[in-house]
């Protein structure tokens, strides 16, 4: 019996042995051959029914995420309604936040309209909290869609202040994962709001700090891995940022089924021209997917390319002039008219301005509250991968804008403002 159990064993292990080697040189192989064999399953994969490539598609994605640009895909071998239809077939897509985040500073009431050389004993208390428009983009993700997303950013060492901005981040529940750029020369960047006592309007000074320094080359191969399956991107704070260098080279790197969308906020043309000149270009390279601005930001931009607005014009002529321009990315959302009335938003799709989209009843009177437009920026992602796959383009990015007004209305009219400090 003895010598039974032995020879068994040895049969066993033999075919384990066996089968070891067979599998390690079916990976050697597979390794050696990767690219022609990823074209070969590519090929075959077109001529399979619908229903069996897009379970292949999504195992693959689990199995090897970065099949598709190892396949030789790459963002300018597809359009935007293919990347558009592989985020909503997607399972579960990643939501990606790259850009600035401040410790917001929150001083009020202020009752003087300009500033003095005289001490003020007014103030109620200071508050303070994680701002910036990265971080106020990645809470209504959380708090409105239940999503968390990654985030990508820079941060500095000096000053308690840094310390305290570290802080609040590590307890930001949207966060699922942070890769920041640090800075042992500089402090984080700081934003100082002076909020009116009747909440009008704030004056804002900002410290970008570190984030003048924040570049791709660090995080550029991080991105790529986490990237690969697909998701949105959403670019926010460009201009306060050193993202413009070697920015289309970093986007063309990144995956082919993941939407990329830009708001640089508010800028000073005269001081960004550099930076101005690179984004200009990522659109005519189509390397940008969507932008979102208002009519102001949109203007600076435009103007920095040589296209001027006139100032007697509507905004609907102004619009149809930038969009013949020729110099706008494939889609472009402009956030228009907010009243209590109604809420509007433009969009400029292949250089032609499609009819506004308006919802009623609009946002209540305004409290002006740090990040409060970016709900409409979290929603837009959010509704770009939702929706059937195969629609029109143009039915697509109106439907995607109105639930986004909608969504947007909704989180001003309820509890919707920052909660914490940002709701009081």
């Given amino acids: 019996m003895t010598q039974f159990w032995n020879f068994l064993n040895k049969i066993i292990l033999s075919d384990v042995s066996l089968k070891l080697t067979a ?40 199995l090897y995420p970065s099949w598709r640009s190892r396949a030789g895909l790459s963002r300018r071998d597809t359009t935007l309604e293919w990347r558009l239809d592989a985020v909503r077939k997607a399972w579960r897509p990643g939501f990606f936040i790259l850009g600035g985040v401040y410790l917001d500073l929150m001083v009020q009431p202020i009752s003087v309209k300009r500033l003095d050389n005289y001490e003020y004993s007014t103030l109620d208390q200071i508050r303070y909290d994680c701002g910036g428009s990265a971080c106020y983009v990645g809470h209504y993700l959380h708090q409105n869609f239940d999503h968390r997303s990654y985030l990508y950013s820079r941060l500095g060492e000096q000053t308690a202040l840094s310390d305290e901005l570290r802080g609040k981040l590590s307890e930001e529940k949207w966060i699922r994962r942070a890769h920041y750029q640090n800075d042992a020369h500089a402090q984080s960047g700081v934003s100082l709001h002076l909020l009116q006592a009747d909440s009008s309007y704030r004056t804002t000074f900002t410290h970008k700090g570190a984030l003048g320094g924040f570049n791709w080359e660090p995080l550029l191969s991080k991105m790529v891995k986490k990237t690969s399956r697909g998701g949105v991107l959403h670019i926010s704070g460009y201009f306060r940022t050193g993202l413009h260098r ?32 690179a984004l200009l270009e990522a659109f005519n390279r189509r390397l940008i997917d969507l932008y979102i601005c208002t009519l102001p930001e949109l203007c600076r ?19 149809q002039k930038f969009a013949a321009s020729g110099k706008l990315p494939r889609v472009t959302i402009v956030r228009g008219h907010a009243a209590a009335e109604a809420t509007s938003a433009h969009i400029v799709l292949d250089n032609e301005l499609l009819p506004a989209v308006s919802v009623t009843p609009g946002l209540p009177p305004a409290r002006d509250v740090p990040g409060r437009n970016n709900a409409f920026n979290a ?32 989180t001003a009219r309820g509890t919707g403002l920052m909660t914490n400090w940002r709701a009081k």
């Fill in 23 to 62: 599998f390690i040189i079916a990976a050697v192989l597979v390794r050696l051959f990767r690219e022609p064999l990823l074209s070969l399953a590519r090929n075959l994969l077109k001529r399979l029914p619908e229903a069996a490539e897009s379970l292949l598609r999504r195992s693959a994605d689990q």
């Fill in 246 to 277: 070697e920015l289309c080279h970093a986007l063309e790197n990144l995956s082919p089924n993941l939407l990329v969308c830009v708001d640089h906020g508010r800028f000073l043309p005269e001081d960004h021209q550099g930076a101005a000149n």
């Fill in 301 to 319: 931009l435009m103007a920095t390319a040589d296209v001027e607005a006139d100032a007697q014009a509507t905004p609907e002529e102004t619009l």
């Fill in 379 to 410: 929603a837009v992602m959010h509704y770009l991968t939702e929706g059937l796959t195969g629609a029109p383009i143009a039915e697509s990015i109106s439907v995607v804008v109105r639930q986004a007004l909608e969504s947007w209305i909704r």
